[in-house]
């Protein structure tokens, strides 16, 4: 029997091959199938947001960098602002390594 590439990827990444054909096969709404498959969907909207928020530090800090070497000083920039936004982006991260989470290690 020949496997689609949609079952393919499902099967691989989201959910077991005998969720896969309850679900989408027998059509059949099995509730530890949709509980395994919606804790699997939000831990990888939770890591692709942490990932978003890594991505978005470097930025942040660059753009502060390079308006306080343009200015020749720190006028205008905010210090509440910037902990603010120091402390927000070191929560996730200080939560990971307290539980011993792999988020750190993508």
């Known amino acids: 029997m020949a496997t689609s590439p949609v079952r393919d990827f499902l099967v691989s990444y989201l959910m077991p091959e005998k969720c896969f054909d309850e679900i ?3 059509f059949h709404l099995h509730v530890p199938c949709l509980r395994f498959l919606l804790n ?3 831990g990888f909207a939770i890591l692709t ?3 978003l928020l890594v ?3 470097p930025a942040a800090l660059a753009a502060q960098l390079l ?3 343009c200015r020749g000083s720190a006028d205008g920039l905010s210090l509440p602002s910037a902990l603010l936004q120091l402390y927000s982006f070191s929560c ?3 939560y990971a390594m307290a539980n011993n989470l792999p988020l750190l290690y993508v």
């Open 24 to 26: 989408f096969v027998n």
């Open 40 to 42: 699997k969907a939000s």
């Open 49 to 51: 947001g942490f990932c």
């Open 55 to 57: 991505c978005r530090l």
């Open 67 to 69: 308006k306080m070497l």
């Open 92 to 94: 996730p991260v200080i």
